[in-house]
């Protein structure tokens, strides 16, 4: 099997044909939902009978129970799991011993909520490859999760045809650099026409694959704006983390989490629970790292990425990795998972980015569309204090602009923005950006600054300091 230039650009229609002309390849198609448009692709293509050893599409619920078994939700990670062992069972049982030697075999399956006649459904899917990286090979998996955002059900199984023809010529072409194979996942298509916000590569080709980074490359890949990784560290759709559910979101650099990190967390959500009468156990709580965040640090690598996300881990906490820097941009992706009261924890220290207008550039409204935006429907903003040069600054005496002092007293007046009590003011003077500098530096010391676990996990795994174990006081 040979791998393609990965820097070529080609069409759907000519990543279908290479398949069908590659002797090696052969498998079935499985889909359900959308039609049969990834088949159909390879069809179209031409010399299908070489790839295509069998297409399937199993809508009626009792027909779908009895060929994989029953399962809770239809479109759903389970579904798609039972489809590709099934599938790919029969595959090999029925042509190993005659084709084996020489053939790498796949299954490519999809579970799908489509556009539904006359109603406004949540469009998704749950799509994977499970295949043979070389013949006789231990098989490999990539599954991923689609939003789909065209209007139509037409466009939308048009859109998933593309994806899977993306996704069946990744895995055979570009499975030695899944960076690669993310960077390709959308030939053809946009993120305003489908999205991909999960992606997990496993098995024999992916023993090295991080997925957490792969992820995190969705975004960079322009794939999807936001990811999540639940308090186990494990990658997650948003909608199986997120729905239906009151959400807090603590924004911070975390580099590392500090003494004051973790009182905004527990602050903010006491406040929280408190103003919405809701109980504290029953509210989501996201670190949220902004790519702006990642992006600014010319120091930031992948090792400290995964690092930060270790630390929130390592208390608890899931973590969101977003490109919504805006406050209000970040409430509507929340709001496509829930309906239930939002809230934003932020240090007094970054009110800029709330009342900055420069961020705001671009809306015809300026700030005042930006804020009637963040405070719709059930939206609350949380302003934790700070010292700055040895001064208490908090909601009630932090400066904005002349012009702006009216809007801030409108929002605070409104219980929109809210003060939120320092839990520990000795706290109040840690800065992550110093602790950082510390601990990277050598400089002892550092460890006052965070909590005993986070310190000694720094100093075990020698976080933010290359290879080299962190210094002690």
């Given amino acids: 099997m040979t791998q393609a230039n990965p820097e070529s650009k080609l069409t759907t229609r000519q990543k279908a044909l290479d398949i069908n002309l590659d002797q090696y390849c052969y498998g079935t198609i499985v889909e359900i939902g959308a039609g049969q448009e990834v088949a159909s692709q390879f069809f179209r293509a031409g010399a299908a009978a070489g790839t295509v050893a069998k297409t399937m599409s199993a809508y009626d619920m009792q027909f779908s129970d009895q060929i994989y078994g029953k399962v809770g939700r239809y479109v759903s990670r389970e579904r798609l799991d039972q489809m590709l062992a099934h599938e790919y069972a029969l595959v090999c049982n029925r042509l190993d011993t005659s084709r084996g030697n020489e053939t790498t075999f796949f299954t490519y399956a999809a579970t799908v909520a489509a556009k539904s006649y006359g109603k406004d459904n949540f469009c998704h899917g749950h799509i994977g490859i499970r295949f043979q990286h070389e013949p006789r090979a231990a098989y490999s998996d990539i599954v ?194 829930t309906h239930e009261p939002l809230g934003i924890t932020l240090s007094v220290l970054d009110f800029n980015h709330l009342f900055d207008p420069a961020f705001y550039e671009g809306l015809e409204g300026g700030i005042l569309e930006a804020m009637g935006k963040l405070f719709p429907d059930n939206t609350h903003v949380f302003v934790y204090p700070s010292k700055i040069n040895g001064k208490l600054v908090t909601l009630d005496n932090v400066q904005v602009e002349p012009s702006q002092k009216y809007l801030l007293k409108y929002l605070v007046d409104n219980k929109l923005l809210l003060d939120c009590p320092a839990l520990n003011k000795e706290h109040l003077h840690v800065s992550a950006h110093t602790t950082y500098e510390m601990i990277a530096s050598g400089e002892p010391g550092w460890e006052s600054n965070v909590h005993s676990d986070i310190a000694a996990l720094i100093k075990e795994r020698g976080y933010f300091n290359g290879s080299k174990p962190a210094s002690s006081s």
Wanted: hydrophobic share 45%; glycine share 6%; proline share 3%.
């Fill in 144 to 337: 991923i999760h689609a939003r789909m955002h065209d209007s139509g059900a037409e466009d939308q199984a048009w859109a998933l045809g593309v994806l899977g023809v993306n996704i069946i010529y990744g895995a055979f072409r570009l499975n030695n650099d899944p960076r690669k194979f993310i960077q390709h996942l959308l030939d053809d298509l946009t993120s305003e026409k489908i999205e991909v916000d999960f992606i997990e590569f496993s098995g024999a080709a992916f023993k090295q694959v991080e997925n957490r980074l792969m992820n995190l490359q969705l975004i960079r890949s322009w794939c999807t704006r936001a990811v999540v990784f639940d308090a186990k560290g494990c990658s997650q759709v948003p909608a199986n983390l997120l729905r239906k559910s009151p959400i807090m979101v603590i924004r911070g650099s975390f580099r590392p989490p500090t003494k004051v990190h973790a009182d905004m967390f527990e602050a903010g959500v006491d406040a929280f629970g408190k103003l919405k009468a809701i109980d504290e156990n029953a509210v989501i709580s996201l670190a949220e790292i902004t790519m702006a965040e990642l992006d600014r640090q010319t120091h930031s690598s992948d090792a400290d990425f995964l690092a930060r996300v270790d630390l929130l881990n390592s208390q608890g906490h899931s973590v969101l990795i977003s490109d919504y820097f805006r406050f209000f941009s970040l409430r509507h992706w929340l709001r496509n998972y």
